[in-house]
Each structure stands twice: as structure tokens, then as C-alpha cells.
């Protein structure tokens, strides 16, 4: 039995955990996936947004027609794009197995990883065993849930599979309305796709602050057809070859869309089923989640865990962040272990209009009892807004007024991902809104300064409720 010194499970961001540092140690990487990388290299992050590009570029007439720009989009060649996306990607994910199986100290297993005891793993036809073990095996699509004909499972697609479609379809049908379903929903859209997006409750993005969400759904509604509270009952054939989706109301009542492909994008399952973690003693907690410390330490000692599998955010930006713990911890004295720090973590949804935000939101802060100053402020309202004659985006800030920090931040608009920063830095490093608002310059006229006056707004409005206090 082959004995190594640290064992990772997973090649995505457990495959960046192994840098230099570890030369001298003896290390297995252990995946089972098709394609070597992880999901956000060959089926998430990476070629959903070298999608979502020329899905701009798509809906862009719409905006310049607005500065008397007259463009046309005379078609989308789907092939192209997909060839363009998965030559590039498909070359990344082959060399970075080849590099590792040419590693000194690496021994690379593609089989599946199951636990025999805490030391003990079976993978394949191998056993090996391993002083310290990491868990990064990340998270799959949920599936449908309803038994389909089986001529007609072809055409049940997740994110895993719907982006290396050799045709576009026609006519898609959603079921979801979360970050996945929101970022196809413009993709296929845009370019020329007939859509459906069906959700089970009455919101879309049910996470993000309820302001945020209901104007979203206003601009989603305009490129889709927007269906709430309704859950798919049966998949089956329906006429001239095509795909038949019924659907019940929370009466009863039947519905049917028809469509060539349906794309599942119900939510992530955790994979950690297979680990046989019992075996282990690794704790889990409900739908599979690897219950894990500040140091990403499961609850046996020289098991860690990260990623999708333990993390409450299913973000690669957080993945990441975790890499960075476990990777110092497994070189470290007990003495000088690290935490993740979650305290202010991001999120984007790269749809159109792009949102993006971090901290809490409204409502969050009204149902913990949080005292907090609002502010809104348009992009139509600053001059680089006037120049893009932008309708309906604006920026949303959150802060505590007794000590002027931000609580929230929250952004639906062009460049939402990257307006949002400066707020994240902010809130990581304590920064004060009046710091942040008066003590650097703000290019005029850029974007930017959408941000700027909300800052200045949060101190307008708490100056207007000590006044309507008197």
C-alpha cells in the first residue's frame, strides 16, 4: 500500500493547493471527473462568463439605439462561440494533467476516493494511506428529480452539459431562478433563444435584498418569459418532435410550455456521498455538508476540508480563500494555524443587468434589530449615467450610524462586479463612509461616482433623521 504525506481529493482548487512548498512532500491528488480542473474551469465560473461576453455584445443595439447609435445583430454563430470557449478551456484542462502527472512528487489517481478509515482511502483498484487528508471534491447540479422517457433524457441538460450543446435550441425552459438559471437566461436569450424560466417560489434570486430582487425580475421579465410559483409535474413528448413541460400552481392547476431542451438549474448537491466519510469519522451536516472550523479542519484532526463540499458559499472566490488557509495549515505548528476570514464575502451574477454584493441586506438587518441608514442612488443621476442614458440601475449602501461603517452594499447595473470592490475593501479593512466618501478623489465623470454619491447619500440621510428626531 502506497503511503503519502498529504492526500487531496479533487483537482479544482484542491489541485492549486499544491505549490512549491510542497516539493519535499510525497502527495496524491485524487478526481474523478471527466475533465481534469474542477467546475469552474470546465463547466462553471470560466466558460459561463466567455459566454455571457457575446451575450452583451447581443443585446447591445438596445442600448446604443438609446445615444442614437443605430447597430444590428444579423445572427449568433453558436458553434463558434462554443468552439472558441472549449478550444481555449479544453487545451488548460489536458495540460494541467499532463504537468501533474510529470510531477517529482505528485502521483495523480482519476478514480474515486472512498474512506476505509481516517488514514485509509480506496480509490479504485488502490488503497493508499496518508498523514494528512484534504477534502476539495466541490458540488454537482441538482437533478431533475422526475422520471423522463428515455429518448427524451438527451435533452434534460444542466450547467454541466449545456454549454457544449452542438445546436442552439429554439426554445429553452428554465426551472430555477437563482444565479445559474439568471446568467443562461440572458445568454440564450440574447442570442435568439425563445425562454422560459419557471420557478417554484414568486422571486428571482431570493438571496439577494428584496429592492434588488423585485428590479430584476422588472428587467428579466422584458427578455423572458418570467413564470412564478409553479413546479414542473412531467417531462414528455409533446407534437412535431418537441418537448412538453407541464407544470402545477400551488392549486392544482396544470400548465404546459413547450420546448426543444430543458435546462435544470435547481440548485448544487455537495460531493460528499461517495467519501464514506462515516468511515472516517468526518462529521456531516444536512444535504451533505463537511462540517469544518475557521482552519477548514473537519472534526477529525488531520482531515481538512474546503470548497463547495464544507463552505456555506459555493463561490470559487471563496474556494480559493480556503486553498490559502488549508494550504499554510498543513505546513504549519499548531501554534501558528490560520482562519478563513468570511466575514465580508462577495458575489456577482453576471446576467443582464449584471448585481453584484456583499454584507447584509435590508432585510437581514430589520429582522436582527440592526440600526441602519439606507441610500439609493441612480446611474441615471451621475453624468457618465446621462451619457449612457441608463435606465432603472443604481447602487444600494447599508451602514451603521453609530460608528458609520458599512453594514451592506448592493449593486443591479453595467459593471455591477466591479463597481462593487471598493465597497468590499471597504468593509474588510474598516474603513468609515465619510473616509471612504471624502478622503480620496473620484474621477469625473466616470461610473465610479454612482458609488461616491451613495456614500455622500448614507450621510445625507442620517443628518435628515437626527433633524426629523428633534
Not at 103 to 108: G, I
Not at 358 to 366: S, W
Request: proline share 4%; hydrophobic share 40%.
Amino acid at each position: 500500500m502506497q503511503h503519502f504525506d498529504v492526500a487531496v481529493i479533487g483537482s479544482g482548487s484542491g489541485n492549486s493547493l499544491i505549490d512549491e512548498r510542497f516539493d519535499g512532500l510525497q502527495v496524491a491528488l485524487i478526481d474523478d471527473n471527466e475533465e481534469f480542473g474542477g467546475t469552474c474551469l470546465n463547466r462553471g465560473c470560466i466558460p459561463t462568463k466567455m459566454f455571457v461576453l457575446p451575450a452583451d455584445f447581443a443585446v447591445s443595439p438596445r442600448d446604443a439605439a438609446r445615444v442614437g447609435v443605430d447597430l444590428r445583430l444579423e445572427g449568433a454563430d453558436w458553434a463558434k462561440m462554443r468552439d472558441r470557449i472549449f478550444g481555449r478551456i479544453d487545451p488548460i484542462s489536458v495540460g494541467g494533467l499532463d504537468w501533474r502527472e510529470r510531477s517529482n512528487n505528485v502521483t495523480v489517481f482519476r478514480s474515486t476516493a472512498s474512506f476505509i478509515d481516517a488514514h485509509t482511502l480506496q480509490v479504485g483498484e488502490d488503497r493508499i494511506s496518508a498523514d494528512q487528508i484534504v477534502i476539495a471534491t466541490g458540488s454537482r447540479p441538482r437533478p431533475l428529480g422526475i422520471d423522463v422517457p428515455e429518448d427524451l433524457q438527451d435533452r434534460i441538460h444542466t450547467s454541466d452539459d449545456i454549454m457544449r450543446l452542438d445546436k442552439q435550441p429554439r426554445r429553452l425552459v428554465i426551472l430555477g431562478a437563482g444565479f445559474i438559471a439568471a446568467e443562461f437566461a440572458h445568454i440564450f436569450s440574447a442570442l435568439g433563444t425563445e425562454v422560459t424560466v419557471i420557478n417554484r417560489s414568486g422571486t428571482v434570486l431570493r438571496g439577494e435584498d428584496e429592492e434588488i430582487s423585485r428590479a430584476f425580475a422588472g428587467h428579466l421579465s422584458r427578455a423572458v418569459r418570467l413564470i412564478f410559483n409553479q413546479k414542473v409535474d412531467v417531462v414528455e413528448h409533446g407534437p412535431a418532435n418537441d418537448l412538453q413541460v407541464v407544470t402545477k400552481d400551488r392549486n392544482g392547476v396544470e400548465y404546459v410550455y413547450f420546448a426543444d431542451a430543458v435546462l435544470v438549474a435547481t440548485g448544487r448537491i455537495r460531493n460528499s456521498e461517495k467519501l464514506n466519510l462515516e468511515a472516517a469519522g468526518v462529521e456531516v451536516r444536512d444535504e451533505g455538508q463537511i462540517r469544518v472550523n475557521g482552519a477548514q479542519r473537519t472534526s477529525v484532526e488531520h482531515i481538512w476540508a474546503m470548497g463547495d463540499v464544507s463552505s456555506d458559499h459555493l463561490l470559487k472566490h471563496v474556494a480559493n480563500a480556503e486553498m490559502r488557509t488549508v494550504q499554510h495549515n498543513l505546513l504549519a505548528l499548531e501554534s501558528d494555524l490560520v482562519e478563513t476570514d468570511h466575514r465580508y464575502v462577495p458575489h456577482a451574477v453576471f446576467s443582464h443587468p449584471q448585481i453584484a454584493a456583499v454584507g447584509a441586506t435590508e432585510q437581514q438587518l430589520l429582522e436582527w434589530g440592526t440600526p441602519h441608514v439606507v441610500s439609493r442612488q441612480r446611474y441615471g443621476d451621475v453624468a457618465y449615467g446621462w451619457a449612457m442614458e441608463d435606465q432603472g440601475h443604481f447602487v444600494k449602501l447599508l451602514a451603521d450610524p453609530r460608528n458609520w461603517r458599512l453594514l451592506g452594499a448592493h449593486i443591479m447595473g453595467p459593471q455591477a462586479s466591479t463597481l462593487i470592490q471598493p465597497l468590499i475593501q471597504a468593509m474588510s479593512f474598516g474603513l468609515s463612509v465619510p473616509d471612504m466618501a471624502r478622503g480620496q478623489y473620484w474621477i469625473h465623470p466616470s461610473l465610479p461616482e454612482v458609488v461616491e454619491n451613495a456614500l455622500l447619500g448614507l450621510m445625507a440621510n442620517q443628518k435628515r433623521e437626527a433633524l426629523d428626531a428633534r
